[in-house]
């Protein structure tokens, strides 16, 4: 199971960066935690939280894929995994 079924975003520091990359333009559309609770619900998980967004970018609307840089893996993640 992948961190994204495992974590809900209530799970991460708010102030915490998440890439977010549209898989149809490309378009890199970074958020912070705090930014997709607002957006979303803090109960989702983050695959919930992928899905439920969209591209910005107007007439686009593409699916958009998460991801976290490994620093935030290694900081945030390790303690919760031991
Ligand atoms: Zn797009």
């Given amino acids: ?10 799970d991460l520091p708010p102030h915490q960066m998440v890439g977010l990359v549209c898989k149809t333009c490309n378009l890199s559309q970074p958020k912070t935690v705090a930014e997709l609770v607002a957006l979303t619900d803090p109960q989702y998980y983050m695959n919930e ?7 910005r970018t107007w007439n686009c609307k593409g699916k958009l894929r998460m991801e976290l840089s490994h620093d935030i893996i290694v900081e ?7």
């Fill in 49 to 55: 939280v992928e899905n439920a967004l969209v591209c």
């Fill in 76 to 82: 945030g993640f390790q303690g919760g995994l031991t």
């Fill in 1 to 10: 199971m992948s961190w994204k079924h495992k974590y809900q975003i209530a």
